[in-house]
Protein backbone atom coordinates (compact mmCIF):
# COMPACT_ATOMS: atom_id res chain seq x y z
CA UNK A 1 0.00 0.00 0.00
CA UNK A 2 1.14 3.83 -0.61
CA UNK A 3 0.39 5.41 2.88
CA UNK A 4 1.08 9.13 4.37
CA UNK A 5 2.52 8.93 8.00
CA UNK A 6 1.23 12.12 9.34
CA UNK A 7 2.80 13.80 11.95
CA UNK A 8 4.34 17.08 13.21
CA UNK A 9 1.55 19.73 13.67
CA UNK A 10 1.67 22.71 16.07
CA UNK A 11 1.19 21.00 19.22
CA UNK A 12 2.89 21.17 22.43
CA UNK A 13 3.94 17.23 21.11
CA UNK A 14 5.13 17.91 17.60
CA UNK A 15 8.94 16.51 18.47
CA UNK A 16 6.72 13.39 19.92
CA UNK A 17 4.86 13.20 17.00
CA UNK A 18 7.77 12.94 14.60
CA UNK A 19 9.18 10.06 15.93
CA UNK A 20 6.38 7.96 16.14
CA UNK A 21 5.43 8.77 12.43
CA UNK A 22 9.27 7.69 12.08
CA UNK A 23 8.99 4.73 13.58
CA UNK A 24 5.74 3.61 11.98
CA UNK A 25 6.96 3.86 8.47
CA UNK A 26 10.62 2.34 9.06
CA UNK A 27 8.42 -0.56 10.32
CA UNK A 28 5.69 -0.31 7.55
CA UNK A 29 8.35 -0.58 4.97
CA UNK A 30 9.96 -3.69 6.28
CA UNK A 31 6.51 -4.94 5.80
CA UNK A 32 6.73 -3.65 2.07
CA UNK A 33 4.47 -0.72 2.17
CA UNK A 34 5.72 2.61 0.65
CA UNK A 35 5.34 5.00 3.87
CA UNK A 36 5.74 8.62 3.39
CA UNK A 37 6.32 10.82 6.81
CA UNK A 38 4.74 14.03 5.98
CA UNK A 39 4.90 16.73 8.40
CA UNK A 40 1.11 17.82 8.21
CA UNK A 41 1.74 21.79 8.85
CA UNK A 42 5.00 22.58 6.54
CA UNK A 43 3.79 20.14 3.85
CA UNK A 44 5.59 18.92 0.74
CA UNK A 45 6.80 21.92 -2.04
CA UNK A 46 9.04 21.90 -4.89
CA UNK A 47 9.43 24.20 -8.07
CA UNK A 48 7.04 21.87 -10.15
CA UNK A 49 4.42 20.02 -7.39
CA UNK A 50 4.70 17.03 -8.84
CA UNK A 51 3.79 14.02 -6.56
CA UNK A 52 2.91 11.67 -9.46
CA UNK A 53 5.68 9.49 -7.46
CA UNK A 54 5.86 10.97 -4.34
CA UNK A 55 5.51 6.98 -3.09
CA UNK A 56 8.22 5.30 -5.13
CA UNK A 57 10.40 7.73 -3.45
CA UNK A 58 8.95 8.10 -0.09
CA UNK A 59 12.12 7.41 1.93
CA UNK A 60 14.38 10.18 -0.03
CA UNK A 61 11.18 12.42 1.05
CA UNK A 62 10.41 11.33 4.60
CA UNK A 63 10.95 13.81 7.35
CA UNK A 64 14.39 12.81 9.16
CA UNK A 65 14.02 13.22 13.10
CA UNK A 66 16.74 12.60 15.64
CA UNK A 67 15.71 12.19 19.29
CA UNK A 68 12.58 13.70 21.07
CA UNK A 69 14.55 17.09 22.79
CA UNK A 70 14.14 17.59 26.23
CA UNK A 71 11.68 20.67 26.11
CA UNK A 72 8.50 20.82 24.33
CA UNK A 73 8.62 22.51 21.12
CA UNK A 74 8.32 26.41 20.38
CA UNK A 75 5.47 26.45 18.23
CA UNK A 76 5.56 30.52 17.57
CA UNK A 77 9.06 29.70 16.02
CA UNK A 78 7.68 26.86 13.76
CA UNK A 79 5.13 28.57 12.75
CA UNK A 80 7.76 31.17 11.18
CA UNK A 81 9.69 28.76 9.61
CA UNK A 82 6.71 27.83 7.06
CA UNK A 83 7.73 29.52 3.75
CA UNK A 84 4.43 30.16 2.48
CA UNK A 85 3.58 32.14 5.38
CA UNK A 86 -0.34 30.58 4.90
CA UNK A 87 -2.60 30.20 8.48
CA UNK A 88 -3.79 26.85 7.36
CA UNK A 89 -3.21 24.31 9.45
CA UNK A 90 -2.60 21.62 6.02
CA UNK A 91 0.76 23.06 4.43
CA UNK A 92 1.26 22.56 0.76
CA UNK A 93 0.24 19.70 -1.29
CA UNK A 94 -1.14 17.84 2.26
CA UNK A 95 -4.57 16.75 1.06
CA UNK A 96 -3.10 16.06 -2.52
CA UNK A 97 -0.95 13.72 -1.17
CA UNK A 98 -2.93 12.45 1.02
CA UNK A 99 -5.80 12.05 -0.88
CA UNK A 100 -3.60 9.79 -3.62
CA UNK A 101 -2.61 7.20 -0.26
CA UNK A 102 -4.27 4.52 0.26
CA UNK A 103 -4.75 5.23 3.46
CA UNK A 104 -3.36 7.43 6.38
CA UNK A 105 -1.12 6.86 9.36
CA UNK A 106 -2.14 9.00 11.90
CA UNK A 107 1.03 9.88 13.67
CA UNK A 108 -0.34 12.75 15.15
CA UNK A 109 -0.40 13.73 18.87
CA UNK A 110 -1.96 16.63 20.98
CA UNK A 111 -4.13 19.05 19.78
CA UNK A 112 -5.59 19.35 16.27
CA UNK A 113 -4.44 15.89 15.56
CA UNK A 114 -6.21 13.98 18.43
CA UNK A 115 -8.98 16.26 18.81
CA UNK A 116 -10.80 15.11 15.60
CA UNK A 117 -10.43 18.50 13.57
CA UNK A 118 -8.37 16.34 11.24
CA UNK A 119 -10.41 12.81 11.28
CA UNK A 120 -13.52 15.60 10.13
CA UNK A 121 -11.71 17.17 7.39
CA UNK A 122 -10.60 13.47 5.99
CA UNK A 123 -13.95 12.69 6.32
CA UNK A 124 -15.13 15.43 3.97
CA UNK A 125 -12.09 15.02 1.60
CA UNK A 126 -13.02 11.51 1.33
CA UNK A 127 -9.51 10.67 3.06
CA UNK A 128 -9.25 6.75 4.88
CA UNK A 129 -6.95 7.03 7.93
CA UNK A 130 -6.26 4.90 11.21
CA UNK A 131 -8.10 5.58 14.23
CA UNK A 132 -11.07 6.11 15.60
CA UNK A 133 -13.50 9.42 14.50
CA UNK A 134 -13.76 12.40 14.85
CA UNK A 135 -16.40 12.62 17.64
CA UNK A 136 -15.04 10.37 19.94
CA UNK A 137 -11.36 12.04 19.38
CA UNK A 138 -13.28 15.40 20.05
CA UNK A 139 -14.80 14.10 23.39
CA UNK A 140 -11.59 12.52 24.80
CA UNK A 141 -9.26 15.08 24.15
CA UNK A 142 -11.03 17.60 26.26
CA UNK A 143 -9.88 15.86 29.95
CA UNK A 144 -12.74 18.15 31.56
CA UNK A 145 -15.62 16.47 29.49
CA UNK A 146 -13.92 13.05 29.77
CA UNK A 147 -13.86 13.43 33.22
CA UNK A 148 -17.91 14.23 32.88
CA UNK A 149 -18.32 11.23 30.52
CA UNK A 150 -16.41 8.96 33.38
CA UNK A 151 -18.64 9.97 35.82
CA UNK A 152 -22.56 9.12 33.47
CA UNK A 153 -20.84 5.97 32.80
CA UNK A 154 -19.77 4.90 36.16
CA UNK A 155 -16.33 5.06 35.07
CA UNK A 156 -14.30 5.54 38.87
CA UNK A 157 -12.28 8.73 38.55
CA UNK A 158 -10.64 11.12 40.85
CA UNK A 159 -12.75 14.02 41.37
CA UNK A 160 -12.11 17.07 39.88
CA UNK A 161 -13.05 20.64 38.21
CA UNK A 162 -12.40 22.87 35.26
CA UNK A 163 -10.93 26.69 35.60
CA UNK A 164 -10.48 29.28 32.72
CA UNK A 165 -8.59 31.87 32.69
CA UNK A 166 -10.93 34.36 33.34
CA UNK A 167 -12.55 32.14 36.20
CA UNK A 168 -8.94 32.23 37.49
CA UNK A 169 -8.70 33.68 40.71
CA UNK A 170 -12.34 33.17 42.01
CA UNK A 171 -11.25 29.51 42.14
CA UNK A 172 -7.98 29.44 43.85
CA UNK A 173 -9.09 30.14 47.39
CA UNK A 174 -11.53 26.92 47.60
CA UNK A 175 -9.05 24.11 45.69
CA UNK A 176 -8.29 21.25 48.39
CA UNK A 177 -4.89 19.75 48.26
CA UNK A 178 -2.62 18.41 46.78
CA UNK A 179 -3.81 18.40 43.75
CA UNK A 180 -3.35 18.11 39.85
CA UNK A 181 -3.44 20.72 37.65
CA UNK A 182 -2.71 20.02 33.98
CA UNK A 183 -4.37 21.14 30.21
CA UNK A 184 -7.95 20.20 29.42
CA UNK A 185 -6.18 19.26 25.89
CA UNK A 186 -2.96 18.85 26.27
CA UNK A 187 -0.46 16.03 26.39
CA UNK A 188 2.55 13.98 26.79
CA UNK A 189 2.31 16.05 30.77
CA UNK A 190 3.19 18.73 28.82
CA UNK A 191 1.86 21.84 31.79
CA UNK A 192 0.98 19.29 34.29
CA UNK A 193 2.18 19.86 37.80
CA UNK A 194 1.57 17.81 41.39
CA UNK A 195 0.58 20.56 43.84
CA UNK A 196 1.27 19.94 47.35
CA UNK A 197 1.22 23.47 49.12
CA UNK A 198 -0.70 26.84 48.26
CA UNK A 199 2.77 28.53 47.61
CA UNK A 200 3.16 26.64 44.36
CA UNK A 201 -0.43 26.26 43.03
CA UNK A 202 -0.37 29.82 41.53
CA UNK A 203 2.80 28.65 39.69
CA UNK A 204 0.91 25.12 38.57
CA UNK A 205 -1.47 27.43 37.20
CA UNK A 206 0.90 29.63 34.78
CA UNK A 207 2.37 26.71 33.88
CA UNK A 208 -1.04 25.29 32.44
CA UNK A 209 -2.08 28.51 31.40
CA UNK A 210 1.18 28.58 29.19
CA UNK A 211 -0.59 25.87 26.88
CA UNK A 212 -4.28 26.46 27.06
CA UNK A 213 -7.03 28.96 28.08
CA UNK A 214 -8.86 26.28 30.15
CA UNK A 215 -7.02 23.63 32.99
CA UNK A 216 -8.53 20.84 34.92
CA UNK A 217 -7.62 20.45 38.52
CA UNK A 218 -8.39 16.90 39.86
CA UNK A 219 -7.75 15.46 43.49
CA UNK A 220 -4.03 14.10 43.53
CA UNK A 221 -4.67 10.36 44.08
CA UNK A 222 -0.98 8.68 45.46
CA UNK A 223 -1.07 5.09 44.39
CA UNK A 224 0.79 2.93 41.24
CA UNK A 225 0.14 3.87 37.75
CA UNK A 226 -1.09 2.04 35.12
CA UNK A 227 -1.86 2.48 31.70
CA UNK A 228 -3.81 -0.30 29.21
CA UNK A 229 -4.74 -0.33 25.43
CA UNK A 230 -7.52 -1.60 23.67
CA UNK A 231 -7.50 -2.84 20.16
CA UNK A 232 -11.06 -3.91 18.25
CA UNK A 233 -12.31 -4.05 21.99
CA UNK A 234 -9.62 -6.57 22.93
CA UNK A 235 -7.30 -5.50 25.78
CA UNK A 236 -3.92 -5.71 25.99
CA UNK A 237 -1.68 -6.87 29.00
CA UNK A 238 -1.48 -3.81 31.62
CA UNK A 239 1.81 -2.51 32.44
CA UNK A 240 3.19 -0.22 34.93
CA UNK A 241 4.77 2.55 34.72
CA UNK A 242 6.96 3.68 37.52
CA UNK A 243 9.23 6.81 37.31
CA UNK A 244 12.40 6.70 38.66
CA UNK A 245 12.63 10.58 39.57
CA UNK A 246 9.52 12.45 39.97
CA UNK A 247 6.20 11.77 38.06
CA UNK A 248 5.72 10.63 34.66
CA UNK A 249 6.51 13.78 32.97
CA UNK A 250 7.71 14.96 29.76
CA UNK A 251 10.88 14.01 30.18
CA UNK A 252 10.75 10.85 31.91
CA UNK A 253 7.99 9.54 29.17
CA UNK A 254 10.69 9.87 26.23
CA UNK A 255 14.18 9.93 28.19
CA UNK A 256 15.43 6.26 27.83
CA UNK A 257 16.04 5.10 31.49
CA UNK A 258 13.93 7.35 33.26
CA UNK A 259 11.06 5.09 33.46
CA UNK A 260 11.12 1.32 35.07
CA UNK A 261 7.93 0.08 32.73
CA UNK A 262 6.70 -3.42 33.76
CA UNK A 263 4.11 -5.52 31.33
CA UNK A 264 2.48 -7.97 32.35
CA UNK A 265 1.90 -5.27 35.36
CA UNK A 266 3.08 -7.62 38.92
CA UNK A 267 -0.34 -6.91 40.52
CA UNK A 268 -3.14 -9.69 41.46
CA UNK A 269 -5.02 -11.35 38.02
CA UNK A 270 -8.51 -9.47 39.75
CA UNK A 271 -6.62 -6.49 39.97
CA UNK A 272 -5.47 -6.57 36.21
CA UNK A 273 -9.29 -7.59 35.13
CA UNK A 274 -11.06 -4.73 36.64
CA UNK A 275 -8.12 -2.37 34.48
CA UNK A 276 -8.98 -4.51 31.20
CA UNK A 277 -12.55 -4.22 31.75
CA UNK A 278 -12.68 -0.90 32.58
CA UNK A 279 -10.89 0.07 29.04
CA UNK A 280 -12.70 -2.12 27.27
CA UNK A 281 -16.00 -0.37 28.47
CA UNK A 282 -14.27 3.57 28.39
CA UNK A 283 -14.03 2.52 24.44
CA UNK A 284 -17.34 0.45 23.88
CA UNK A 285 -19.41 3.80 25.50
CA UNK A 286 -17.30 6.21 23.13
CA UNK A 287 -17.62 3.80 19.72
CA UNK A 288 -13.77 3.44 19.44
CA UNK A 289 -13.93 0.65 17.60
CA UNK A 290 -9.86 0.39 16.07
CA UNK A 291 -7.46 1.60 19.10
CA UNK A 292 -6.93 3.48 22.16
CA UNK A 293 -4.79 3.63 25.42
CA UNK A 294 -5.78 4.58 28.78
CA UNK A 295 -3.76 5.34 32.21
CA UNK A 296 -5.20 4.38 35.12
CA UNK A 297 -4.33 5.14 38.90
CA UNK A 298 -4.20 2.53 41.10
CA UNK A 299 -4.25 4.09 45.12
CA UNK A 300 -2.94 2.89 47.96
CA UNK A 301 -5.96 1.44 49.28
CA UNK A 302 -6.30 -0.56 46.33
CA UNK A 303 -8.73 1.60 44.14
CA UNK A 304 -8.46 2.25 40.96
CA UNK A 305 -8.94 5.37 39.06
CA UNK A 306 -9.21 6.16 35.60
CA UNK A 307 -7.37 9.34 34.41
CA UNK A 308 -7.59 9.36 30.83
CA UNK A 309 -7.93 8.49 27.58
CA UNK A 310 -5.04 8.63 24.75
CA UNK A 311 -7.09 7.89 21.11
CA UNK A 312 -3.86 8.48 19.21
CA UNK A 313 -1.16 6.48 21.42
CA UNK A 314 2.31 7.38 21.38
CA UNK A 315 4.32 4.87 18.91
CA UNK A 316 7.98 6.09 19.98
CA UNK A 317 10.62 3.37 21.05
CA UNK A 318 9.64 3.87 24.61
CA UNK A 319 6.02 4.03 23.81
CA UNK A 320 3.46 2.41 26.15
CA UNK A 321 1.32 0.44 23.77
CA UNK A 322 4.30 -1.14 21.73
CA UNK A 323 5.66 -3.25 25.04
CA UNK A 324 1.59 -4.52 25.66
CA UNK A 325 1.00 -5.87 22.18
CA UNK A 326 5.41 -7.50 22.33
CA UNK A 327 4.06 -8.65 25.37
CA UNK A 328 1.54 -11.26 23.34
CA UNK A 329 3.99 -11.70 20.30
CA UNK A 330 3.12 -8.94 18.04
CA UNK A 331 5.85 -7.28 17.10
CA UNK A 332 6.12 -3.56 16.38
CA UNK A 333 5.41 -3.57 12.63
CA UNK A 334 2.65 -6.66 12.68
CA UNK A 335 1.02 -3.68 15.56
CA UNK A 336 1.22 -1.07 12.96
CA UNK A 337 -0.21 -2.95 10.46
CA UNK A 338 -2.56 -4.44 12.75
CA UNK A 339 -3.75 -0.43 13.48
CA UNK A 340 -4.03 -0.23 9.92
CA UNK A 341 -6.22 -3.01 9.07
CA UNK A 342 -8.42 -2.27 12.12
CA UNK A 343 -9.41 0.87 11.24
CA UNK A 344 -9.96 0.31 7.20
CA UNK A 345 -13.04 -1.83 8.86
CA UNK A 346 -14.77 1.30 9.45
CA UNK A 347 -14.90 2.11 5.48
CA UNK A 348 -16.90 -1.25 4.70
Known amino acids: MNIVVLAGGLSSERD ?5 GQMVAQALRTKGHNALVLDVFMGYSTAECDISDIFDKSIEYSVDVSAIPTEAPDIEAVKSQRKDKSKSFFGPNVIRICQAADVVFMALHGSDGENGKVQAAFDLY ?66 VSIVRDKESFEAALDAAFMWENEVVIEEFVEGREFSDGVIELSALPVIEIAPKVGFYDYKNKYAAGSAVETCPADIPADIAEKIQEYAVRICKALGMTTYARMDFILSNDGKIYCLEVNTLPGMTPTSLLPQEAAAIGIDFPSLCEKIIYSSLKKYE
Open 126 to 191: GIKYTGNDYLSSAITMDKGLTKVFFELNNIPTPQGITMSKTSRYGYSADIKLPCVVKPTCGGSSIG
Open 16 to 20: VSFKS
